[in-house]
């Protein structure tokens, strides 16, 4: 932070929040300035680097965004994207024994994170549960996961297990958490994060422009560790998705890519299929393919 000759002060934060029109910046002292993005910067996200700056008069304004790593983007009722989190390194994939595991949407979300370029840990919530509702086909539908090296941890939020471990996979990253309603999410966060309710609390209660649920949060934790919680992108499916792009989700594809005989293969009727000889094969796990398969089919 710097001030200048005319009591301009002048910063760089990470937005938290928005209210509105107006957000709400982390800057680097720890210390929250509400800003007002100027024109043309109204798509200012959370999770978002910013410059801003005050002068002694007026609220204080966004000058600059920096250049986004990725952005999170949902298309609104009316047809216009609008970008819910920015500069997301990691998905936290959240599913639970109960309610049952849905693998068709745990992959969705990591297509989402092969389109974004971030990582993605897989977390199986209410292991405490699992003796009574685990089928066989689930532990094999985690072990495929394991197998193209996406880590899965079990993880029991109202015990505390495998928070540690949780803890130490999203250290140095922007996390987001993403999974259906009640598998724990929210269970999840308080236990990362005890103070997180207290924060929200607060937030709403200013009094100046009210904390809208459908924006998201982004919570520090210290040593460059985020995590951003929002009910906006629980059920999150990436926009525009086709074939390739839906293709280039399942990353153990890729390698064979080349090898199938027409360049616009979509990997489903096409004869000399490289990705249907690999599922043949036992290299490419059957399931993952069927489930391929179906989402092709919904485009
Ligand atoms: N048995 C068991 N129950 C849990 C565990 N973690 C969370 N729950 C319970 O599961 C229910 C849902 O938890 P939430 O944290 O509200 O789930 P959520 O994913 O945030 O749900 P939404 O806010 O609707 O998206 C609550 O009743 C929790 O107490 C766990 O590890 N084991
Ligand atoms: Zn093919």
Redesign the pocket.
């Known amino acids: 932070m710097s001030t200048d000759t005319h009591n301009t002060v002048k910063g760089t934060g990470r937005v938290i929040t928005r209210f509105g029109a107006q957000v709400l910046v982390r800057c680097e002292d720890n210390t929250d300035i509400r800003c007002t993005p100027k024109r043309k910067l109204e798509n200012v996200a959370c999770g978002d680097w910013v410059d801003w700056q005050s002068n002694p008069t007026g609220t204080a304004r966004i000058d600059n965004i920096h250049q986004r790593k990725n952005a999170i983007t949902r298309t609104t009722y009316r047809g216009k994207p609008r970008t819910i989190a920015a500069n997301v390194d990691q998905l936290i994939i959240?599913s639970?024994w109960?309610p049952e595991p849905f693998w068709d949407l745990v992959d969705r979300y990591i297509i989402a994170a092969e389109l974004l370029n971030a990582e993605v840990v897989i977390v199986i919530?209410?292991?405490?549960?699992a003796e009574q509702y685990a089928k066989t086909s689930d532990w094999e539908a985690l072990s495929e996961y394991e197998n193209i090296d996406y880590p899965v941890l079990h993880?029991?939020?109202?015990?505390g297990e495998g928070i540690a471990q949780l803890k130490e996979l999203i250290k140095g990253k922007t996390n987001i958490l993403l999974?259906?309603?009640?598998?724990?999410?929210?269970?999840?966060?308080?236990q990362i994060i005890p103070k997180a309710h207290i924060l929200t609390a607060e937030i709403s209660d200013s009094g100046e422009g009210r904390h809208t649920t459908t924006t998201a949060d982004l919570y520090e934790l210290g040593d460059d560790s985020y995590l951003i919680d929002s009910?906006g992108v629980?059920d999150y499916m990436p926009d525009n998705l086709d074939p390739v792009k839906l293709a280039n989700g399942y990353r153990e594809f890729r390698p064979y890519f080349n090898n199938c005989k027409f360049s616009n293969c979509t990997h489903n009727h096409e004869p000399q299929c490289a990705i249907r000889q690999s599922v043949e094969d036992g290299n490419i796990s059957k399931s993952r393919y069927q489930r391929y398969l179906s989402a092709l089919a919904n485009l």
């Open positions: 959240v639970a109960l919530n209410k292991h405490d549960l993880v029991n939020a109202n015990s999974g259906r309603s009640g598998v724990g999410k929210s269970s999840i966060a308080n009910p629980r």
